[in-house]
C-alpha cells in the first residue's frame, strides 16, 4: 500500500520543497515504507526552477539534499492522486480549498497541525523565509512538523 502526501506552498521554492526533502528523510530514518512525496506551488512564478538557493544551502547543512525538485504548481488532479495535502499558511489553505474539486478525496491540512510543540500556543503556519530571510527558524518549524506528520501515520 502507498500513502502519498503533498506539501504545497506559494511558490514552491523555499517551504514545501523543503517539507517534502525533509519530510522523506525523516521517514526513510524510520524505516517507512509505502509513503511517496511530491511539492507544488498555489502560484506559477517559479514552474521549473529549483528551491531557492539559499533554502538548499540550509536544508543541505542539516543533511537534506534538495537539489533535484522543481517547482510546480498544484492541479486539480492532484485532489485525486494525493491521500494528504499539507499546506504551509492559511492562504495556501483557503486556495486549496477553493480550487479543490467536490469529488476530491485528498484532506487537507496545515502543517502546523503536526507540529505537537506548536498546535496549542505556537505558529499557525510556516513562515516563507523567502520574505523573513530566517531560512533556519523555518527549517527547524518544518522539521518539528514533518517528525509530528510521521508519528501520526
Known sequence: MSYRILFVCLGNI??????EGV???LAQQRGLKGLQFDSAGTGAWHVGEPPYAAMQATALARGYDLSDLRARQVTTEDFDRFDLIVAMDGDNLRDLKGMRPA???AALHLFTHYAPDTTDVGPDHVPDPYYTR???GTLDLIESC???L???L
Open 23 to 25: 519530510t522523506r528523510v
Open 146 to 148: 514533518a517528525n509530528g
Open 103 to 105: 469529488s476530491a478525496r
Open 14 to 19: 523555499c517551504r514545501s520543497p523543503s517539507a
Open 150 to 152: 510521521i508519528d501520526q
Open 134 to 136: 530566517d531560512f533556519d
